[in-house]
């Protein structure tokens, strides 16, 4: 039987002059390997979103090369850990100048209830993120941390009772890789900013504990924004950071919101 060749389109020159940024695969399901603090290592399932700069004289890029090297970093059990490596591999097989390489995902932790010390997961948001542009590699890890806060002006103005409600605060650093910063650590520290942390599970005995240390702690969102920012520049490791506060409010159809983000100062 006689055989053809396949004609690749995506290598046809493209006329119309236009670099493209970032072109690439979203939402990928692959399991991710975690580093965990003290115990082993948790696999969870993520989304990856891989991506490369495309100059203006191609029309596209090969996506199938984004699968296959995902599968090949799966194998050795590596995705997650070694993202660098996996993008110098992307700007390698896509002959491409920069590469993006996105992982979210969901970290469960084991939570005891504060009171009646009973254990229940509780699954946080989270995503590493590693650029790799002009020689150079960046790294960024977010998470999300829900937390209850009680509003001070509330509490202050009422002869009893206060309103509270949820706040999810996010969090996203860049720091020394020659460190670790462990999420657990970053998730301790937002929880103890907040009024009072969230529980999967809470019996009776927790849910007057939790419901009494709120409306011991009141808490604006302008509050636990500056109480977070506070506490990260504690943590030498951390060279940039971002923090986005969103308080869902339980009287008002509108949420209360703070961000902040900065860039630490090294010592010289």
């Known amino acids: ?3 053809f060749e396949l004609k690749d389109i995506q290598n046809l020159p493209d006329e119309r002059g236009i670099d493209i940024q970032y072109v690439g695969v979203k939402n990928v399901e692959v399991p991710l390997v975690i580093q965990r603090k003290g115990s082993d290592d948790q696999v ?8 490369v700069a495309l100059p203006k004289e191609f029309r596209g890029t ?6 296959e090297i995902l599968g090949e970093w ?19 097989k896509l002959s491409a100048e920069s590469a993006r390489l996105r992982f979210e995902f969901k970290y469960f932790i084991d939570k005891k209830a504060p009171v009646s010390g009973l254990k229940s997961p509780m699954g946080y948001n989270c995503f590493f993120e590693g650029v790799l542009e002009n020689g150079k590699y960046s790294f960024i890890l977010g998470v999300d941390v829900p937390v209850t806060t009680l509003c001070p002006c ?13 706040t999810l ?19 301790e520290i937002i929880e103890k900013c907040g009024s ?11 849910e007057k504990y939790v419901t009494e240390l709120a409306y011991n702690n009141p808490k604006f969102v302008e509050d636990i924004l500056r109480d977070v920012i506070t506490k990260i520049r504690e943590i ?3 060279t940039w950071f971002e923090v986005d506060c969103e308080a869902f409010e339980s009287i008002h159809n509108h949420s209360a919101w703070a961000y902040h983000q900065e860039t630490k100062q090294s010592e010289s």
């Open 1 to 3: 039987m006689a055989r």
């Open 44 to 51: 969870v399932s993520a989304k990856a979103t891989m991506s």
């Open 62 to 67: 090969h996506m199938s090369r984004f699968i």
């Open 74 to 92: 799966g194998q050795k059990n590596l995705l997650g850990v070694d993202i660098q490596g996996c993008l110098e591999t992307i700007k390698q």
């Open 154 to 166: 509330s509490k202050e103005i009422s002869d009893y009772g206060a309103h509270n409600q949820r």
């Open 169 to 187: 605060v996010k969090l996203n650093i860049s720091y020394n890789l020659d460190k670790i910063v462990w999420i657990e650590d970053l998730i």
């Open 196 to 206: 009072s942390p969230i529980f999967p599970l809470l019996k009776r005995e927790d």
């Open 236 to 238: 030498d490791e951390i």
